[in-house]
DNA sequence: TTCTTGACTTAGACATTGTCCAATGTAGGA
DNA sequence: TCCTACATTGGACAATGTCTAAGTCAAGAA
């Protein structure tokens, strides 16, 4: 993640302890958490890091494309730092969890032309959704 | 639409002024709304109809599966009342508007089993995005 | 028709998620 | 080291959604 760091520095980023936090909190575990979760732990490195900072941080994370935005359920967005790598989303419709899959062939050709009614498509996300071992198992 | 109502209360729904014009207002133009957007309009028949009827009986066509759920961009949900036609969409990543469309094969199976990590996987959401023509002309 | 009752609606408080701003702090170049 | 433009902070505000207690009413019963 150190790369994220350099990669965001030649940037023109200013690389302070607050960002550094939440490029660490990312890099962590390869979860995909919302910005509440991101705040919570960052705090427990760096207390006083502001609500504020940690949307800002991720908003320009995700403008510079080194972070995905995910929004699978209308509530609370949840950030994905695998945003180097093609990838959909697995969603568990009980617990929320998100895991990352890869799909067989590219879902933008399954749009055919007169189906796109003068859109200039640029873009496909594709969410599957169903029950995790976990919620399935007897409860 | 008076279909609808009378699926409705076949079973066991009261069929109530504020229900049937959250009904008409989904059965008018085939637009995608928000919550609110359909309270304003319910507004325009019904003056006091409340915001949390219109939530309540959003919350109820959705799981009676009447209508879908389409949260996009992390905002406010809209309502889909086309539940009953297989599809999905096309979002203008500039203005929001959503249009249904209709892809070819059957996205589910280009999930391979290995990918598919235990979870009994039951419903799949494509989600293009791009400009739509009104956005991209000459602004 | 009128009565009864449990389901429905209402208003508004509250919760969650996200944005904005003015004051303050600080990274990194000169 | 000092400057200053950029970053952070805290708190107010906004947008969306949920909950509750009290009042209302649809539809079946008599």
Redesign the pocket.
């Known amino acids: 993640m150190s790369d994220l760091l350099e990669r965001l520095?030649g940037r023109g980023?200013?690389?302070?302890?607050?960002?550094r936090v939440v490029a660490e909190v990312l890099d962590g575990d390869h979860v995909h958490y919302?910005?509440?979760e991101v705040h919570a732990r960052a705090s427990d490195r760096l207390p006083?890091?502001?609500?504020?900072?940690v949307?800002?941080?991720l908003?320009e994370l995700v403008s510079l494309g080194e972070v995905l935005e995910v929004s699978t359920d209308?509530?609370?967005?949840r950030y994905d730092p695998n945003a180097h790598h093609d990838h959909q989303h697995l969603v568990c419709s009980r617990c929320g969890t998100i895991r990352d899959v890869h799909v067989q062939g590219d879902p933008l050709s399954a749009l055919p032309e007169p189906e796109r009614y003068g859109f200039q498509v640029s873009e496909v996300t594709v969410t599957y959704r169903g029950i995790c071992p976990k919620c399935s198992g007897p409860s």
Chains 1, 2 share one sequence.
């Open positions: 520095r980023w200013r690389l302070t302890a607050q960002r919302t910005a509440d006083e890091i502001s609500r504020a900072t949307y800002n941080t908003g209308g509530r609370a967005k």
